[in-house]
């Protein structure tokens, strides 16, 4: 079997198992298939799965970003700060996406160049981004920003489609393209398969990987944005630990951990999984605890799954030598 | 070939014995045959070339193979060593090149790391004391408190060879202990053998340098393609015998060499180059059409001389002119760029993105050449290139989508040449062309570097396998430890030569 099959009957498991789910909710309630409920279910957790696409990058490079709820949280609260201080809202939208390529390209550095482990850097950033967003609103909560802002996150802009929904919709469209088309795409996954041998190839792994976390830290920000838009409000607090759920949308839609491997089809399979096991059991009043140990057991069974394929792998291997 | 009869043992009878011992792992033979007696208070120094098998006998002495036929014998009792823990209790242990010491614990603590039983709250004047007289029995000085990480060398071997005293070893297997040493430390190391042998161990000493064996071993054994040789007391051991023993086969059995494409004009020319703590002194000239050879033995630093010609690890002295040009490569994609491919010898861990396709696999290199404008892969392209490649080098695979982990050892390494030849290079360096893949496919590997420079380039080829090395090189550069020891012309060269050279029996001198 091919890594090729596995990985495409992994996804078709995905698959199988998001018609499961979507059957499943508009048995246990009429309101699921509702256009209203669809955008509904995106709405809410739309930041997060808008950083699952770079995540996806990231980790096929065989690296790790824990930093980006803290960045989406600097760059919300760094646009409360400014727009307070009376700069205006379009520059401060621009500084902010500025800090987030700046705070990623940070974390790059340390990595790419430098040669420190990603866990290690992006767990300081994550530590280092939150405390500086703490720092800039201390303890308030920050409102009334403008009437534009709050609608391009609360209203619908095509119809009732959000602003934040097609943002991800373009966003993924680029990304695969680049991710499954592109030369850039193909050295992400040669360069997390076997940095050596991307190395010895010709090919600029630092400046690669330097592209990467800039890029992870800018759709943060961009996502942090979008957070602010949509809730109307910043605390020091933003998007406290939304590394989890992404980091876990990412892994569940068979990227792995070890890198090299995975595609952003399972990633966006995964992220549909997710949000609509979460609605299904919300539609029937299953509390958000309960919903949360599903999910990680199916995390579990994601990372479980493929494991035990390669070990199998690597016996057979050892057979034949 | 029969083995000549040993000098009488120092004492009574061996304290380790392997009879008629063979190993096979799948269908290659590491050993047949193998005998081999070692008495208390002996040095025995084992030597053969890369390959002969040196090193699957350490490992059946040490449990970790098992012999697939023949038996061990321990005090003329017949032992299974299922493991190196066996092997231990047993009495014999064995200490590596590379010494394994825990940087951050001190020396007593090093050597006792492996004890069990003392206890979490241990003595710890008790151990100290035992830890200096362990040092004391090897004749070094060294103090027992401090930390590893600023030891030299020669004494982390020492604190390795303390860790094996103290679990009363009996049988002291030393693996290449000096090749990474100076001549001084590697001195104070012979010592300690000699010194261990005077108290009743028995010492097996492998060792590529041929001076110190004469100066160390009481016996040598020589092995070669897995067969015993010949055991005898060093005073009957001439240096040109041995190397004799060591090489054995008749040159030209398997390969002839074919007419030389070599051209007058110079491609590269290497001027003293040298690289820190790798190698110094490096001269050639490489002209178009020509194969040249860098033989040598483990350690003689040949593949770091590639990897300074291809940007991974830039000299620090030194002038090398590429076409006429001043040329120095600080990163692969220069060296690429310049026309240079690098053959790793190392497929799995440098050459191949093993999961994935044959087609990623062999556009690596040359990825840039097959994007639209917009950065997209041409995947029609791609294709063609790899399906040109199966025909021409003969890939044996269902298709080219097919990951190349899924592929055989040869057929792994025609993807990896595929790479390479697909950025139609001017100078293709090959580190170890053909290590362990079979004959039929070692074949076409030559055909292809002979086939390369009669077009008009140039091919370094590094290589262990004195045959190949007389088949392929128009001339052989030796090296020994970093240093050129001579150039010889094809002529001049047969596997005696080449073997004096890689091992500092004699050096040519003025050469190059």
């Known amino acids: 079997m091919t890594l090729l099959r596995r990985l495409q009957s992994w996804e078709g498991f995905l698959l199988a198992a998001l018609l499961c789910i979507i059957v499943m909710n508009s048995i246990l309630s009429p309101q699921f298939l509702t256009v209203g409920n669809q955008i509904n279910l995106f709405q809410l957790s739309i930041e997060k799965v808008i950083v699952a696409l770079i995540m996806t990058f990231v980790i096929i490079n065989a690296e790790i970003d824990l930093s980006v709820g803290s960045m989406m949280g600097l760059s919300a609260c760094a646009f409360g700060w400014l727009f307070h201080q009376g700069v205006d809202p379009v520059l401060a939208v621009v500084i902010c996406l500025g800090i987030g390529a700046l705070g990623g390209a940070l974390n790059g550095w340390f990595i790419a160049r430098v040669g420190l482990p990603s866990l290690v850097v992006t767990l300081a950033t994550l530590i280092g981004f939150r405390g500086l967003a703490r720092v800039l609103v201390e303890d308030r909560g920050i409102t009334d920003f403008p009437d534009w802002f709050d609608a391009l996150g609360q209203q619908g802009f095509l119809g009732p489609i959000p602003f934040a929904l097609i943002a991800f919709v373009v966003l993924f469209v680029f990304l695969w393209v680049v991710l499954q088309r592109s030369g850039f795409g193909r050295k992400t996954y040669v360069i997390g398969t076997n940095r050596e041998v991307a190395i010895y190839a010709g090919i600029d792994t630092a400046r690669h990987k330097m592209i990467i976390f800039t890029a992870s830290g800018l759709i943060s920000a961009f996502a942090g944005l979008l957070f602010a838009a949509r809730v109307g409000a910043v605390r020091g607090d933003v998007a406290l630990g939304f590394e989890l759920d992404i980091i876990t949308m990412v892994l569940l839609g068979g990227v792995s951990i070890f890198g090299g491997t995975g595609t952003l089809m399972g990633t966006l399979l995964a992220i549909l999984i997710v949000l609509n096991l979460r609605n299904g059991m919300a539609l029937v009043n299953i509390t958000g605890h309960i919903q949360t140990g599903v999910v990680g057991m199916l995390l579990i069974a994601s990372v479980l799954v493929p494991r035990i394929d390669l070990g199998r792998l690597r016996r057979s291997k050892e057979e034949t030598a | ?512």
Request: net charge negative; with cysteine.
């Open chain 2, 1 to 512: 070939m029969t083995a000549p009869v040993s000098a009488p043992p120092p004492s009574a009878g061996p304290v380790l014995a392997l009879r008629h011992i063979s190993k096979s792992f799948g269908m290659t033979r590491a050993l047949s045959d193998m005998s081999l007696s070692l008495f208390p208070g002996e040095v025995h120094a084992v030597v053969g070339e890369n390959g002969a098998g040196k090193s699957t006998m350490i490992k059946i002495m040490t449990g970790v193979h098992q012999p697939s036929s023949g038996t061990l014998e321990v005090d003329g009792v017949a032992l299974r060593l299922s493991g190196t823990k066996d092997a231990r209790q047993a009495g014999i242990a064995a200490i590596y090149q590379e010494p394994m010491v825990f940087p951050d614990l001190d020396v007593a603590e090093n050597i006792f790391i492996s004890a069990t039983g003392l206890g979490l709250v241990q003595n710890r004047a008790a151990l100290r004391s035992r830890a200096r007289s362990l040092i004391d029995r090897i004749g070094m000085t060294l103090d027992v408190d401090r930390i590893a990480a600023g030891l030299t060398l020669a004494e982390q071997q020492a604190v390795e060879i303390a860790r094996a005293l103290s679990q009363d070893v009996r049988v002291l297997i030393m693996d290449e202990p000096t090749a990474s040493l100076s001549d001084h430390e590697a001195t104070q190391l012979r010592q300690i053998a000699r010194t261990l042998s005077g108290q009743g161990v028995a010492v097996v000493y492998i060792s590529h340098r041929l001076e110190e064996i004469f100066d160390v071993a009481d016996r040598v054994t020589v092995i070669r393609d897995g067969q015993h040789i010949s055991t005898r007391p060093v005073a009957e051991v001439t240096p040109d015998g041995m190397i004799g023993e060591m090489v054995g086969r008749e040159v030209g059995n398997y390969f002839t060499k074919a007419p030389s494409h070599t051209r007058p004009e110079v491609m590269l020319s290497v001027q003293n180059l040298g690289c820190a703590d790798a190698f110094e002194g490096i001269s050639l000239d490489l002209h178009a059409g020509e194969v040249l050879c860098m033989a040598g033995l483990v350690g003689a630093r040949r593949t770091d001389v590639a990897l300074s010609l291809f940007g991974i690890q830039p000299a620090t002295s030194g002038q090398v002119a590429w076409l006429g040009q001043p040329f120095h490569a600080t990163s692969p994609a220069q060296a690429i760029e310049a026309g240079i491919a690098y053959v790793s010898e190392d497929r799995r861990k440098l050459g191949l993105a093993l999961p994935m396709a044959i087609r990623a696999n062999i556009t690596l290199a040359t990825l840039n050449a097959i994007l639209s404008r917009l950065g997209l892969i041409d995947r029609a392209a791609e294709q063609g290139i790899a399906e040109s490649f199966r025909k021409r080098l003969n890939i044996r695979t269902p298709d080219v989508e097919t990951s190349v982990g899924m592929l055989s050892g040869g057929n792994q390494q025609k993807v990896m040449l595929a790479k390479w030849l697909e950025m139609r290079p001017r100078l293709l360096i090959f580190d170890e062309p053909t290590r362990g893949i079979d004959v039929g496919a070692k074949a076409e590997v030559h055909d292809l570097i002979r086939t390369f420079v009669k077009e008009g380039g140039a091919a370094l080829v590094i290589s262990s396998d004195l045959p190949e090395v007389l088949a392929l090189g128009d001339r052989i550069l030796v090296m020994r430890e970093g240093r050129q020891m001579g150039i010889l012309d094809h002529d001049d060269a047969t596997q005696e030569t080449v073997m004096r050279l890689a091992t500092g029996a004699t050096s040519l001198k003025g050469a190059a």
